[in-house]
């Protein structure tokens, strides 16, 4: 009976990123484009308003959905930021990162069977999340609209099965934006078929080019969407493990029951620095912003230049280059970068439908290392000539 | 100031080393405009001078200079107020910094010196005997844990996952 494991959980493959990882963590003097993570450390003021929480002995749990100080403070933040408005007390749950949010609320809102409409290339936890919740996970290609999600491609895959769309702009993998037209016609299909819109928000703050719209701040929209966004890029609190979820009282009633049974609440600890971050930090996120967006510019242009085809993504701290005309699939690509020129990429095709044919490169790393790693890039791609 | 001119002086101020090439390349200019920029932010003064942050300790034994810091007290002159012995002090080869400030004293020195003599003379011949300085304490910097904005002796950076999600 013991080898007879969860049978849902071994359809599922384990994450193609995870693969990569182990095979750069043997090799040396290796430029690093993989990472999904801020490169500058927490701001220090967050870091010593949790040293200070620590002093005073703050260690305990807190309530299930997270100290209503900090509820509070980031429902003001949202409104002052994004012009999202919640009630900090029946409209916000603070989770273990993003991460947890997905879960519990796709676990809050599937049944078996039920359909989650997911535009690929994506963020690598969503379909297995929403396969572990009993659902069923309709895919979309959005390679022919740049990446970004076609509201009448949508429109064709609805079924009255379909219970969720997941976007995420900016996105991880390519960095695009979802524009305010598209999201308003997206909206219009959720409420037309009764359907959630679950918007992964967590790179708001890293838009570059003009202000970021939440689905959340559309009109009408509140009632369909179901906002997740965190600390780790925002604030570079990766480690600290932070996130939420807002939505209707109705939602977050069920997702604080299985959060209350599975986490109870979020780290004490990230939560009073989570206070600091949302009041006082606008000027270090402006400069993580400011210094992201001069090696955004810089590495995409050279990218074109020696060859690789990239689109200038909006947001986020990756881009996603087209490497179809080398002829090698992305995980070939990427393992002989790594061999050859040691940079380490992570291939397209781990990101789901569309991803195949590019890479996803990070350019949250020094400046100088970027232009080794181009350099190193622009010697393979001779190399294949 | 315009935001781009703005954006080339931090750039440069963050890294004075950092080339044309990249400044431009970031901002989204051309690099005949960051040099034309760069020239004329130096002929304007604006630009005074390209500096190096440098943490002493790192040096081999005793090549590291001395550092004090003096608060000097004095009696404003008669219309020139604090600006004709601010000259006289400013020009010296040891004073690296020297600001006029509220508060208990006028003004702070910063002096540099190859050794503890040397900054100890210089106060006593040449600081404390110039007219109308009526009094000086010097303190001696012991160890230095940031400059200009930098953290020295930081430990490296890298401790993230080189493969993430
Ligand atoms: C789109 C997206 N959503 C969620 C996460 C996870 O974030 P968290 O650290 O808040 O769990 C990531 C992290 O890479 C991400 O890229």
Same mark, same amino acid.
């Given at each position: 009976?013991?080898?007879?494991?969860?049978?849902?959980?071994?359809?599922?493959?384990? $994450?193609?990123?995870?693969?990569?990882?182990?095979?750069?963590?043997?090799?040396?003097?290796?430029?690093?484009?993989?990472?999904?993570?801020?490169?500058?450390?927490?701001?220090?003021?967050?870091?010593?308003?949790?040293?200070?929480?620590?002093?005073?002995?703050?260690?305990?749990?807190?309530?299930?959905?997270?100290?209503?100080?900090?509820?509070?403070?980031?429902?003001?933040?949202?409104?002052?930021?994004?012009?999202?408005?919640?009630?900090?007390?029946?409209?916000?749950?603070?989770?273990?990162?993003? /991460?947890?949010?997905?879960?519990?609320?796709?676990?809050?809102?599937?049944?078996?069977?039920?359909?989650?409409?997911?535009?690929?290339?994506?963020?690598?936890?969503?379909?297995?999340?929403?396969?572990?919740?009993?659902?069923?996970?309709?895919?979309?290609?959005?390679?022919?609209?740049?990446?970004?999600?076609?509201?009448?491609?949508?429109?064709?895959?609805?079924?009255?099965?379909?219970?969720?769309?997941?976007?995420?702009?900016?996105?991880?993998?390519?960095?695009?934006?979802?524009?305010?037209?598209?999201?308003?016609?997206?909206?219009?299909?959720?409420?037309?078929?009764?359907?959630?819109?679950?918007?992964?928000?967590?790179?708001?703050?890293?838009?570059?080019?003009?202000?970021?719209? /939440?689905?959340?701040?559309?009109?009408?929209?509140?009632?369909?969407?179901?906002?997740?966004?965190?600390?780790?890029?925002?604030?570079?609190?990766?480690?600290?493990?932070?996130?939420?979820?807002?939505?209707?009282?109705?939602?977050?009633?069920?997702?604080?029951?299985?959060?209350?049974?599975?986490?109870?609440?979020?780290?004490?600890?990230?939560?009073?620095?989570?206070?600091?971050?949302?009041?006082?930090?606008?000027?270090?996120?402006?400069?993580?912003?400011? /210094?992201?967006?001069?090696?955004?510019?810089?590495?995409?242009?050279?990218?074109?230049?020696?060859?690789?085809?990239?689109?200038?993504?909006?947001?986020?701290?990756?881009?996603?280059?087209?490497?179809?005309?080398?002829?090698?699939?992305?995980?070939?690509?990427?393992?002989?970068?790594?061999?050859?020129?040691?940079?380490?990429?992570?291939?397209?095709?781990?990101?789901?439908?569309?991803?195949?044919?590019?890479?996803?490169?990070?350019?949250?790393?020094?400046?100088?290392?970027?232009?080794?790693?181009?350099?190193?890039?622009?010697?393979?791609?001779?190399?294949?000539? | 100031?315009?935001?781009?001119?703005?954006?080339?002086?931090?750039?440069?101020?963050?890294?004075?080393?950092?080339?044309?090439?990249?400044?431009?390349?970031?901002?989204?200019? $051309?690099?005949?405009?960051?040099?034309?920029?760069?020239?004329?932010?130096?002929?304007?003064?604006?630009?005074?001078?390209?500096?190096?942050?440098?943490?002493?300790?790192?040096?081999?034994?005793?090549?590291?200079?001395?550092?004090?810091?003096?608060?000097?007290?004095?009696?404003?002159?008669?219309?020139?107020?604090?600006?004709?012995?601010?000259?006289?002090?400013?020009?010296?080869?040891?004073?690296?910094?020297?600001?006029?400030?509220?508060?208990?004293?006028?003004?702070?020195?910063?002096?540099?010196?190859?050794?503890?003599?040397?900054?100890?003379?210089?106060?006593?011949?040449?600081?404390?005997?110039?007219?109308?300085?009526?009094?000086?304490?010097?303190?001696?910097?012991?160890?230095?844990?940031?400059?200009?904005?930098?953290?020295?002796?930081?430990?490296?950076?890298?401790?993230?996952?080189?493969?993430?999600?």
């Amino acid at each position: 009976m013991k080898s007879d494991f969860s049978h849902i959980l071994d359809t599922i493959p384990p $994450s193609g990123i995870r693969k990569f990882f182990d095979l750069v963590i043997g090799a040396k003097d290796v430029i690093s484009l993989g990472v999904g993570e801020p490169d500058f450390r927490t701001p220090w003021a967050i870091r010593e308003d949790a040293i200070f929480s620590l002093e005073q002995g703050k260690t305990s749990y807190t309530s299930n959905s997270g100290l209503l100080e900090c509820r509070e403070a980031i429902v003001d933040y949202l409104a002052q930021r994004f012009d999202a408005h919640y009630d900090p007390t029946t409209e916000i749950l603070l989770t273990f990162g993003v /991460s947890e949010a997905v879960d519990i609320v796709l676990r809050s809102i599937l049944n078996p069977g039920d359909e989650v409409i997911v535009p690929e290339p994506s963020y690598v936890c969503y379909t297995p999340l929403v396969q572990l919740a009993g659902g069923k996970v309709i895919p979309l290609d959005t390679t022919s609209t740049q990446f970004i999600p076609d509201p009448d491609q949508i429109a064709r895959a609805i079924t009255p099965k379909t219970k969720a769309i997941i976007l995420c702009s900016p996105s991880n993998p390519t960095g695009r934006t979802i524009p305010k037209d598209t999201l308003i016609q997206i909206g219009k299909l959720a409420q037309a078929h009764d359907f959630w819109i679950i918007t992964d928000e967590v790179y708001a703050e890293l838009t570059y080019d003009g202000p970021f719209q /939440s689905v959340a701040a559309l009109p009408n929209l509140k009632p369909s969407t179901i906002l997740l966004n965190g600390f780790s890029k925002a604030f570079a609190m990766t480690g600290w493990r932070l996130g939420y979820v807002c939505g209707p009282p109705e939602l977050i009633a069920r997702a604080t029951k299985i959060h209350q049974y599975s986490a109870l609440c979020a780290p004490i600890t990230a939560q009073y620095a989570a206070i600091e971050a949302v009041k006082n930090c606008a000027k270090d996120v402006q400069a993580m912003r400011d /210094s992201y967006k001069g090696r955004r510019n810089l590495f995409v242009k050279r990218l074109n230049e020696i060859g690789l085809p990239t689109a200038l993504p909006e947001g986020a701290f990756y881009c996603f280059p087209n490497i179809r005309h080398t002829g090698l699939s992305s995980e070939e690509f990427a393992l002989r970068l790594l061999k050859e020129q040691r940079v380490a990429v992570v291939p397209g095709y781990v990101f789901g439908l569309g991803g195949e044919g590019h890479i996803r490169c990070c350019y949250a790393t020094g400046l100088e290392e970027l232009k080794e790693a181009l350099t190193r890039i622009k010697k393979f791609m001779k190399s294949l000539q | 100031m315009n935001p781009i001119d703005a954006q080339v002086l931090a750039l440069v101020t963050a890294n004075a080393r950092m080339s044309s090439d990249d400044i431009a390349d970031q901002l989204q200019i $051309s690099v005949a405009q960051v040099e034309i920029l760069l020239k004329s932010l130096e002929t304007q003064g604006v630009i005074v001078q390209y500096t190096t942050v440098v943490d002493e300790k790192k040096l081999p034994q005793r090549s590291g200079k001395i550092k004090a810091l003096i608060e000097v007290s004095v009696r404003p002159e008669k219309r020139t107020g604090f600006e004709a012995i601010a000259k006289k002090i400013a020009q010296f080869n040891n004073v690296v910094d020297h600001y006029l400030v509220s508060g208990g004293y006028d003004f702070l020195v910063i002096v540099e010196g190859d050794s503890l003599e040397e900054i100890s003379s210089f106060v006593s011949d040449k600081l404390a005997s110039i007219d109308n300085v009526r009094s000086t304490a010097t303190h001696f910097i012991m160890k230095k844990y940031k400059e200009k904005g930098i953290l020295i002796g930081q430990p490296p950076k890298e401790e993230r996952l080189a493969v993430s999600p």
